[in-house]
Structures are given as structure tokens and as C-alpha cells.
């Protein structure tokens, strides 16, 4: 049977319902213009896990697990579960983690990129300025012939289910509330939707991500290489409608001071985000592309995950993540060592496959 979303149409059904599932789980809890944020969400849980100490960011957030099982769910169903990886594993941890570094001192991963502009936070401009710098930059190895290697695809299927197991213990602590987990009491890990509800939106959204390959980076980064805007369509749709329901609900506030979780310091907001895209783009898609892969049984995307989730917890332990005042006290020495890594990976593997 065809695949629906895969057609221009379907592409753009399946970016206005991840944007009214976002808007929705905002109503239902979620902190401001932050109905999905992979980087904010991973950073929670690396905090209710207490590999932070950062205590207004510390919550297991269900909708991450959900994202990834309803991948796994689907692509079981649709014969897409395809363990696979090898591929420069150490090199995508560390593009992960410099890509959650980036994501915050910026305060966001691209998803909530554009649901900050659908709320009115200007600010997002300059960040969506530098993601699509970042962008740019990547494809520029990538037509030179940037490649991390070939992945393989003998390996077992139990490394392909480690990440789908992973989700489902993080979601039993949560729901059984083990006492060694952390729950912020004020800040934005103490904002979200109820428990049930914040998992059913994740299952929803890997279920339209995974089939319909819903990415905002590889939207930038088609329109750079080849000129095509199906992706582009769908990212269009979620942000037009995150707008339109922002403005239906009386959320949208345009300007940008005094924006939720979010800072004026338009150079490193812009440098942030050059670094998040540059990473993205590298290791082959933004952070919901990446769990859907992991949800696919692609082990180097769940690397890429797990380097997220230790760069949200090195952030936050030593200084690195922003907050509403502006920037963290070494967060631009970071953001600089992170482009310098992006860079250099850029340029050595474009040369070794050469």
C-alpha cells in the first residue's frame, strides 16, 4: 500500500498535526513555545536521572520515549525495523553532544526553533538565521563528498531494540516514581502535561514522523544540495499552524524581550544554532529525525541520542547552558570548541573518502 505522507499532501498533513500536537500538549502543561523540544526534553531527563544538578530542569519527559517507540511500533508493523550502525559511532556521540551544547545556549533544538517563532519570540530569527548557516556550511562537504562511513546491517536485533528497552525504563521510573529520580519543583522541568497525555502525543508524532520523514534539518539542507521543498512543506505546515493556534489561543506574543525560556543575546543565539545545524547536518538530521532512526533500529542514531543526553548534562554541571539573563559563564568558549569539532570532522572525513 502506498505511502500517503510520503506525497507532497501527506507531507504537509503530517507537519500541521505535529504542530497542533505541540500546541495542544502546551495547553495541557508543556512550558511556553515548548510543545516539543528535543534538546530541552533530553536535558530534563538527563536531570531527572541527576546526571545534572540543575534543579529547575530535572523530569523524565514521556514524550521522548513515545517519539521513539511509536517509531519502533511502526516500523515493526511496516516491515522499516532494520538494525544497523557502525558507522563512525565515536565521532556521531561527540557531534551529539556538541549539538545539545549549541541547542542551549541558543534555549532550543529547531523543533522548538520554530514553534518560538509561531509564538512571537523574535529571537528565533537570529537562531533560525544560524541554523540554516550551520546548514549551509554542511552541505558544502557534504557535495565534496563528506560521508562518516557505511553502516552495517548484520548486526543483531537486540542492539537494534536496546533504545525502544531504554525508553520503556525510563517511562516504568516514571510512572512507578522511583525514588532516585529528580522532579524540579519550580522552572520549566516542573511545567508539563500530564503523564498519559504527554505520551500519547509522542506516539502520535513518531507515527507521522517516522512515515513521513518529517526533518527540519534535512528541509534546509534538500533545498541547499537539490533544490527540493517536500521537507521544507511539512516543517512550513507545522510552523503555520503552531502560528495559527498560537494566535486562536491568545499565545502569540510578538517581540523580543521577555520571551519564555529565552534570551536576547542575538550573537550567540545565532553562533549557537550555526553550531546545532552544522551538527545536525553532519551526523544526517535534527534530533526527532535522529530518535525516530534510533527507533528504527539504527544504532549510530542512538549514539547520537546518548551523546545528546551527557552534552545536556555536562552543560548544566559546568556552566555552558543559557538561561533567560543570557549565555552560561563558558558557554561561548564551548560553542567555539564545538564549531572547531564540526568543522574538523567536515574536513577530515571529506578527505579520507576522498
Not at 510520503?6 to 507531507?11: F, R, Y
Not at 552541505?139 to 536485533?157: E, W, Y
Not at 525508553?167 to 511545567?191: H, N, Q, R, W
Not at 521537507?231 to 510552523?239: D, I, P, R
Amino acid at each position: 500500500m502506498k505511502n500517503i505522507f510520503a506525497t507532497k499532501w501527506g507531507i504537509i498533513l503530517a507537519g500541521a498535526a505535529i504542530g497542533t500536537i505541540a500546541i495542544a500538549l502546551q495547553f495541557w502543561g508543556n512550558p511556553p513555545n515548548m510543545g516539543f523540544c528535543m534538546a530541552c526534553f533530553l536535558r530534563d531527563i538527563a536531570g531527572g536521572l541527576k546526571l545534572h544538578t540543575a534543579a529547575p530542569v530535572q523530569y523524565i519527559r514521556p514524550e521522548i520515549p513515545g517519539i521513539l517507540l511509536g517509531a519502533t511500533l511502526i516500523a515493526v508493523l511496516k516491515g522499516e525495523f532494520k538494525p544497523r550502525g557502525g558507522s563512525s559511532p565515536l565521532i556521531r556521540f561527540f557531534l551529539g553532544f556538541f549539538a545539545m551544547i549549541g541547542a542551549l545556549v541558543f534555549l532550543g533544538c529547531p523543533w522548538r526553533a520554530y514553534l518560538r517563532l509561531a509564538g512571537g519570540d523574535f529571537n528565533a530569527i537570529t537562531g533560525l538565521a544560524g541554523l540554516a548557516t550551520g546548514i549551509y556550511i554542511g552541505t558544502l562537504f557534504i557535495k565534496k563528498g563528506f560521508n562518516l562511513g557505511r553502516a552495517r546491517t548484520s548486526q543483531s536485533k537486540m542492539s537494534g531494540y536496546l533504545m525502544p528497552l531504554m525508553m520503556i525504563a525510563l517511562m516504568l521510573m516514571l510512572v512507578y516514581d522511583f525514588s532516585m529520580l529528580a522532579f524540579s519543583s519550580k522552572g520549566p522541568g516542573a511545567m508539563h502535561a500530564p503523564i498519559i497525555i504527554s505520551l500519547m502525543g509522542g506516539l502520535l508524532v513518531g507515527y507521522f514522523a517516522q512515515r513521513s520523514r518529517f526533518c527540519t534539518i534535512g528541509a534546509i539542507r534538500d533545498i541547499f544540495i537539490i533544490r527540493n521543498y517536500h521537507l521544507f512543506l511539512g516543517v512550513a505546515a507545522f510552523t503555520l499552524v503552531a502560528f495559527i493556534l498560537n494566535l486562536i489561543m491568545g499565545n502569540f506574543h510578538p517581540g523580543f524581550e521577555n520571551q519564555p525560556i529565552a534570551h536576547t543575546d542575538h550573537l550567540w543565539n545565532f553562533l549557537g544554532m550555526v553550531l546545532s545545524g552544522l551538527a545536525f547536518v553532519l551526523a544526517g538530521g535534527c534530533p526527532g529525525r535522529q530518535i525516530i532512526l534510533a527507533g528504527e533500529g539504527n544504532t549510530d542514531s542512538g549514539i547520537f541520542v546518548l551523546g545528546m543526553l551527557i552534552g545536556a548534562a555536562v552543560a548544566h554541571n559546568f556552566g555552558l547552558a543559557s538561561t533567560p539573563k543570557g549565555i552560561g559563564e563558558y558557554g561561548a568558549i564551548a560553542t567555539i570548541i564545538g564549531i572547531t569539532y564540526t568543522l574538523l570532522v567536515g574536513f577530515v572525513m571529506t578527505k579520507r573518502i576522498k
